[in-house]
């Protein structure tokens, strides 16, 4: 995602390898996969043996990484980054894997989430002399380890992550060991898989099978896993929760071809299709996507509707990055280079277009537009989640509630606006009902509903950069 861009961001991704040779390639390889997660930054950090070795810039991860900085990285083990900055500004020492000198031992580490009480323990350490080097909120974890009473591992970061919360998906690499754990909710996603002897750990397990890996489990809610010469070690953070997995990571983050809370993702997403066809019916002559983010859920659609799938737009994949600007302007010409719709096919034809989520509402407006200039006689839009209404405080850069085009206008408005012929979101129960694995009331669901798992006392966002704390959660 672009910065400056007005849509939501996506957040990061995360990868760790144990035990297996050439972990920074392999490290290097998961990045690659997990690139939708983010697209600001990206590093890797090894352990050689005798050091942890370090390389992270900004930029896509193929451009960060080169054979010669690769080569550098050498060992058995690493960890890997790819970021959108959701706290902290866009500051090179930002850039994660973060890496410190803790009374407890080097240790370099990769966060996925937002924690939301980071800038009051932030507060404390500042207050007590510590010193920060980034402004992004998994550095307080680092201070939490240095600073724990405990002696033994485990101990310490059973201490340490009890007393942080919020969304948290980390992996900390240290002196022959891996470290691998996730918040008791499980806002984000981790998984775990097995190559070569050894282990690996990812935000999605689209990166295992880039390498071959197999698909053990999810880390579980909670879980604190460390992998070391001395075997496995896996015990429980000691605090109690509710569960509160993130939806949206089956409606727009994950990658289809992704196994995320125990779901199938592409089959997750057309069941949204079949069922909001069946919520929301309509006569036409061809359903189509919004590529690629409808893809699944159109097909679903089309095939509960008994409705043709047609590809209406084409997609041109080979758009530098630098030519898309921020200015409205070249924006605009950036939004038109990236799909145009096939004349010949949608020419006085009524046409359902299914996209998974509206946020401000400009993209639905813009691929309308383009889809009635092309000569559509009707354009039906359907979306495969319910309105989101309110901004996450965990890990998705969401815009201020006031942008957010279902918090300010009504479903009248709303297809108003982006000039639908009719309008259809998919129900927060009809969404609800295809998860299996977990049940619908442990997922969080806040940016449907306003309800999170955790109280938020005052809403927006939190700066570490002023120390200022504009975003205060506790627990229920
Ligand atoms: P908007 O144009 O603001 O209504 O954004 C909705 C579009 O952005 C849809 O096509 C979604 O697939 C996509 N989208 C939804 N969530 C995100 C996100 N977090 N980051 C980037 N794009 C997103």
Redesign the pocket.
């Known amino acids: 995602?672009l910065k400056g861009s007005?849509?939501?961001?996506?957040e990061c991704g995360v990868f760790g390898v144990y035990g297996c040779k050439d972990a920074a390639r392999l490290t290097f390889l998961g990045l690659y996969s997990l690139q939708h997660r983010g697209q600001e930054s990206a590093g890797i950090v090894s352990w050689d043996g005798a050091h942890l070795c370090v390389v992270k810039n900004e930029g896509l991860v193929s451009e960060v990484f080169t054979q010669d900085n690769i080569s550098y990285l050498k060992g058995n083990s690493a960890i890997g980054h790819v970021r959108y900055s959701t706290t902290g500004s866009n500051n090179p020492n930002n850039i994660q894997p973060l890496y410190a000198k803790t009374s407890k031992g080097n240790f370099a580490l990769a966060h996925n989430g937002n924690l939301t009480n980071a800038a009051s323990l932030f507060q404390k350490f500042k207050s007590s002399g510590a010193l920060f080097q980034s402004t992004v909120d998994s550095e307080v974890i680092l201070h939490l380890i240095s600073q724990s009473s405990k002696a033994e591992l485990m101990e310490v970061l059973k201490d340490a992550l009890a007393k942080i919360q919020g969304a948290f998906s980390l992996v900390i690499l240290g002196k022959d060991c891996l470290v691998v754990a996730r918040d008791t909710y499980g806002f984000r996603p981790l998984v775990l898989g097995q190559l070569d002897g050894g282990h690996v750990v990812s935000s999605e397990s689209c990166a295992f099978d880039l390498m071959g890996a197999k698909y053990l489990r999810e880390v579980k809610p909670g879980e604190i896993i460390i992998f070391s010469k001395d075997g496995i070690q896996s015990d429980q953070i000691p605090v109690s929760t509710r569960l509160g997995m993130c939806i949206?990571e089956l409606v727009?983050?994950s990658r289809p071809d992704s196994l995320i809370f125990g779901e199938d993702v592409y089959a997750v997403r057309k069941e949204f299709g079949r069922i909001l066809a069946k919520e929301h019916p309509v006569e036409a002559d061809l359903v189509m996507a919004?590529p690629d983010?409808?893809n699944s859920a159109a097909l679903g659609y089309s095939e509960a509707s008994g409705i043709p799938f047609e590809f209406g737009m084409t997609r041109n994949h080979y758009i530098g990055r630098t030519f898309i600007q921020p200015q409205q302007k070249i924006r605009d010409l950036g939004v038109k280079i990236k799909l145009n719709p096939i004349k010949t096919l949608l020419a006085g034809k009524r046409v359902i277009v299914v996209?998974?989520?509206?946020?401000?509402?400009?993209?639905?407006r813009q691929r309308v537009t383009a889809i009635r200039r092309a000569g559509a006689k009707e354009v039906h839009l359907r979306i495969s989640s319910p309105p989101i209404t309110h901004p996450c405080h965990f890990g998705?850069?969401?815009p201020k509630q006031e942008k957010l085009?279902a918090h300010q206008k009504s479903l009248a408005e709303i297809r108003r606006y982006v000039d639908a012929d009719t309008l259809g979101y998919l129900s927060l129960e009809g969404m609800l009902s295809v998860v299996k694995k977990y049940k619908s009331s442990e997922y969080c669901q806040g940016c449907f509903t306003g309800k999170y798992p955790l109280k938020v006392k005052n809403k927006g966002k939190f700066s570490l950069e002023t120390g200022k704390i504009k975003l205060y959660a506790e627990k229920d």
Request: proline share 0%.
């Open positions: 995602m007005d849509s939501l961001h996506e949206f727009y983050f919004i983010s409808g996209d998974d989520s509206l946020v401000r509402g400009t993209t639905a998705i850069d969401t085009i």
